[in-house]
């Protein structure tokens, strides 16, 4: 069932001593009489292979003179009638099938036509322009094109010629001008040259564009996907974004597309069915193992918490086993993983942020603009948001003493006087500077009953030296205690040691050492299978708490070669709560920071309810770093873009304030 020379990661197999004629008299006794035995029809078809299934059929009407798949079509109903009748038909006609409910009636599936389309090999898409001629005795082409327009409809149909160069052909010198052709057709150019994205991504070979994207990483400073979203738009973008994810990973897409079926509220049947039929017999041991490795579940279980009754239990049987149980990587999701360190790695990204120092800044100016919406009765917010989101922190500094020498008023205790809620402690916070509002963050995380360890978490693993330093210097100065004594007070164990050799702000800041690198690795991979708890956290602390960001990288990179493990697995499966969460917290901002903390606003915006503490102190914190590289993390992994989640959940000025650092719409 698998090509020659590669193993089989499918989860439906070939039936041992199958017999046609006897599965065929079994699904007749299933269906004859009033009723259905809709447990031995499920049982019995998610047991087959595609091919045997279509040899059942020709036994059933050898037998019975009848179609099989019309009379399952009959005694079915609803989503379980559906996921039957697909798995009945060939590969290549379930295809044409799904192509021409896309495209029939009013209106079109364009996303049924992106998936299909930008994830089959050249061989599949031969036999599903085939297959889609003998069943409609239609041209395939001929149907899309006059169902889609501009340059979506012309992508398509260069997709349709499944003339995909093979993986085997990579031109070294082809890679970095196809890399330059793609930037100079988008970044670089007034406008965008779609047709230069659709004659290389539609064209050239799998292995070839893996090579074009890393190096286009290296020479434009962002993913190509980034610049995607940039220059394209509408349905075009959606299937150019969808092929580059089937280049990277076809897995990875699919698991994508699962999670999005059956997340929020509602599940997208049709996708949900579609994928876990057509993938099946190919690849749905690897869709499996990266959906765990990427969503923290596995498909197993978010299938049975999301669906119900005999539909379910067929959707299980095809997934094949609950990898929450087995917890072992599969070869793709590990391939995944070291691509992912791999891109982090070589990465040139220059970090932007979003608030930049205003031209012709008048200090006196503004203290008078802010002096004038306070004064008398009520206060002119809009105001004041105006003049204080859109200036540095160096320049709010210097509007600070222009006030005080101007009016002789200190102008955060009249801005707490003027101000309240949520509004007041964004507006104060943007007072103070970043080491002052870090070690303000800290104090209120370790005072009083109880600690915020996820704030101790997530500002002490994410800070380089010199911001450490200058938290303990601010620190001292503002509570007269040392930082490293109160976390050492508050904290315990493990996690203490942690915070406190963070604190320390001793961090290597030299380049990767490959020798070291793989030595590293191999002490968190013996670890890794030690059953020592306190040499496990000792040895990850010694590591993760000391070495640069660049030589972890390759340290990581190490440990995948070493176990088949990314390094999140092996922390998420050996230890727990804070102790956990620290270090997860350094391995994520280690391998991309912006994209760390997209997840952290995400999560405080999402569901019910906003934390408004975490989502103000990332966007005071970040504004003046990398708040812009944060916003495209955030809607290439969202699908959203932060602008318009804040729009969405928060109101009043407070959202105002919140939009004008955020500075754009994506």
């Not at 031969?126 to 169902?147: C, F, N, T």
Request: net charge negative; hydrophobic share 40%.
């Amino acid at each position: 069932m698998a090509p020659k020379g590669k193993v089989y990661r499918g989860s439906v197999k070939d039936f041992p001593g199958f017999d046609a004629s006897q599965d065929a008299e079994a699904l007749y006794n299933a269906m004859k009489g009033f009723g259905s035995d809709k447990e031995a029809i499920l049982d019995l078809i998610t047991s087959r292979s595609n091919k045997q299934r279509v040899e059942i059929c020709q036994a059933y009407k050898s037998l019975y003179g009848k179609d099989l798949i019309a009379d399952l079509k009959y005694e079915l109903t609803g989503k379980f009638e559906r996921l039957i009748v697909s798995l009945m038909r060939p590969p290549a006609y379930s295809d044409a099938k799904e192509i021409k409910d896309a495209i029939a009636g009013i209106g079109t599936d364009e996303k049924c036509l992106i998936e299909i389309l930008a994830s089959r090999t050249n061989q599949e898409i031969h036999d599903l322009v085939a297959a889609y001629k003998d069943a409609y005795e239609r041209d395939l082409e001929a149907d899309i094109v006059g169902d889609t327009s501009g340059h979506f409809k012309k992508m398509l149909v260069v997709l349709l010629q499944g003339t995909r160069e093979e993986d085997d052909v990579v031109s070294e010198d082809l890679v970095e001008q196809d890399a330059k052709d793609l930037l100079e057709a988008g970044e670089l150019k007034w406008g965008t040259d779609e047709a230069q994205f659709i004659y290389i991504l539609g064209r050239r070979s799998k292995q070839h564009l893996r090579l074009v994207f890393d190096e286009y990483l290296k020479i434009s400073g962002k993913p190509i996907e980034r610049s995607i979203r940039g220059e394209l738009s509408g349905d075009f973008e959606k299937l150019m974004l969808a092929v580059v994810k089937c280049i990277r990973s076809t897995a990875e897409y699919f698991a994508e597309r699962l999670y999005k079926a059956m997340k929020g509220l509602g599940t997208r049947d049709n996708t949900l069915i579609r994928i876990m039929v057509s993938r099946s017999e190919i690849d749905m041991l690897d869709i499996r193992e990266v959906f765990r490795t990427k969503y923290e579940k596995s498909l197993y279980n978010m299938i049975k918490e999301d669906t119900s009754g005999e539909y379910k239990k067929a959707l299980l049987k095809l997934c094949g086993g609950d990898d929450d149980a087995a917890g072992e990587f599969f070869p793709e999701a590990a391939q995944v993983a070291y691509r992912m360190w791999e891109l982090s790695a070589v990465a040139k990204v220059e970090l932007r942020g979003t608030v930049q120092p205003a031209g012709s800044f008048n200090d006196d100016g503004d203290a008078q603009v802010l002096r004038k919406a306070m004064k008398g009765l009520g206060t002119d917010e809009g105001a004041i948001i105006d003049v204080l989101t859109q200036r540095s922190n160096a320049q709010r500094q210097q509007i600070l003493k222009a006030y005080k020498a101007h009016y002789g008023r200190d102008l955060m205790a009249d801005l707490k006087s003027e101000l309240s809620g949520s509004l007041a402690k964004l507006i104060l916070g943007l007072m103070l500077t970043p080491a002052q509002y870090d070690a303000k963050q800290l104090r209120k995380a370790v005072e009083g009953a109880g600690t915020d360890e996820s704030v101790l978490i997530e500002i002490m693993a994410t800070r380089n030296n010199q911001e450490i330093a200058a938290i303990n210097e601010a620190y001292q100065e503002a509570y007269h205690k040392r930082l490293e004594d109160d976390l050492s007070s508050d904290t315990s164990g493990h996690f203490k040691r942690i915070l406190v050799s963070l604190a320390l702000g001793n961090r290597d800041e030299g380049p990767e050492n490959l020798t070291q690198a793989h030595e590293d690795a191999k002490k968190l991979a013996d670890v890794a299978s030690n059953d020592s708890s306190d040499s496990l956290e000792t040895r990850f602390l010694s590591i993760l708490c000391t070495r640069s960001y660049p030589h972890l990288r390759r340290v990581f990179q190490e440990f995948i070669k070493m176990t088949n493990h990314d390094v999140e697995h092996a922390i998420r499966k050996r230890m727990s709560g804070d102790v956990r969460d620290a270090f997860l917290a350094i391995v994520r901002s280690v391998k991309n920071k912006p994209a760390f903390f997209a997840d952290k606003l995400y999560k405080s915006m999402k569901g019910a309810g906003t934390d408004e503490r975490t989502l103000t102190r990332i966007m005071i914190s970040r504004s003046e770093i990398d708040l812009f590289n944060i916003r495209g993390e955030f809607i290439d992994l969202f699908d959203k873009s932060l602008h318009h989640m804040i729009e969405k959940d928060t109101s009043g000025d407070y959202r105002k304030a919140l939009l004008a650092l955020c500075g754009g719409e994506d």
